[in-house]
């Protein structure tokens, strides 16, 4: 069967993108159990069970008791709480595997840009705990991967200013210099030229370290103040208008 195409165009010369394919329930059924047969539970009363087994009935009874284990572990799956478990511990393996791969990555910066990194990643996560939604709207762990990308290219750019001895070529080429050969001069002005561009781009790319540092901290900022609730003046009304009410009727009754 051929693959459904990426977009269909419509009358009007709009892309529509159709919606990404559902995941099968048989696929999450099986994805489910293999992660329950597999959890370390499971595998620690199966070797308990096939232990107990093998004592009293031998090699078959160990393989009964296992599979009676795997079979309950597996008749879990059916369960809500147990498969909203275990995506949560698939989800933080991978942001345990994606944090490792950010801080290998970042590791040739410097402690200070790694320090940076880790206000930043601790600000995220405050963001995740309290509004989530702006977490995902804003798409901060992408930013985050941007950033360390970012942060390794400025590293790079340093260290290739670093070892070719950039800092040490003049602005120019000085007068002392056209007695040397064309060829000489002629990469001496490349060097410079090179020189001069890497500065360039590291200026552009602290610029934009910085600004996603700025950026984290507003929506940080943002979502620590609390919004004000639109009902609140409606509410207080709403008991002064009950209390001249009581007022008013007192006043009748005494009248």
């Known amino acids: 069967m051929q693959p459904r195409l990426a977009s269909i165009t419509g009358q009007?010369?709009?892309?529509?993108?159709?919606?990404?394919?559902?995941?099968?329930?048989?696929?999450?059924?099986?994805?489910?159990?293999?992660?329950?047969?597999?959890?370390?539970?499971?595998?620690?009363?199966a070797v308990f069970a096939a232990c107990v087994g093998l004592g009293y009935a031998g090699f078959l009874g160990a393989l009964i008791a296992t599979l009676a284990v795997?079979?309950?572990?597996?008749?879990?799956?059916?369960?809500r709480f147990v498969q909203r478990h275990r995506d949560k511990q698939a989800q933080l393996r991978e942001r345990g595997k994606r944090e490792a791969r950010r801080l290998k990555q970042l590791r040739p910066t410097g402690p200070v840009r790694q320090q940076q990194y880790i206000e930043l990643r601790d600000l995220v996560e405050e963001i995740e705990r309290i509004d989530s939604a702006d977490a995902q709207r804003f798409?901060?762990?992408?930013?985050?991967?941007?950033?360390?990308?970012?942060?390794?290219?400025?590293?790079?750019?340093?260290?290739?200013?670093?070892?070719?001895?950039?800092t040490e070529l003049p602005a120019a080429i000085p007068i002392?210099?056209?007695?040397?050969?064309?060829?000489?001069?002629?990469?001496?002005?490349?060097?410079?030229?090179?020189?001069?561009?890497?500065?360039?781009?590291?200026?552009?790319?602290?610029?934009?370290?910085?600004?996603?540092?700025?950026?984290?901290?507003?929506?940080?900022?943002?979502?620590?103040?609390?919004?004000?609730?639109?009902?609140?003046?409606?509410?207080?009304?709403?008991?002064?208008?009950?209390?001249?009410?009581?007022?008013?009727?007192?006043?009748?009754?005494s009248a």
């Open 70 to 79: 795997m079979a309950l572990g597996a008749s879990t799956v059916r369960y």
């Open 139 to 166: 798409e901060l762990q992408d930013l985050l991967d941007h950033f360390i990308r970012l942060a390794v290219a400025h590293q790079r750019c340093l260290d290739s200013l670093r070892i070719a001895g950039g």
């Open 12 to 45: 009007q010369g709009l892309v529509l993108a159709p919606p990404p394919p559902a995941l099968t329930v048989q696929g999450s059924t099986l994805m489910y159990m293999r992660g329950a047969i597999a959890s370390p539970v499971c595998v620690a009363t």
């Open 176 to 253: 002392t210099e056209a007695t040397k050969s064309k060829r000489r001069r002629e990469i001496l002005m490349r060097r410079i030229h090179h020189r001069d561009e890497c500065m360039r781009r590291i200026e552009r790319l602290s610029d934009e370290l910085e600004s996603i540092d700025e950026l984290v901290r507003l929506v940080a900022q943002r979502c620590a103040c609390p919004a004000l609730d639109p009902d609140l003046d409606r509410e207080i009304e709403r008991r002064l208008w009950e209390l001249d009410e009581v007022d008013a009727a007192l006043n009748q009754l």
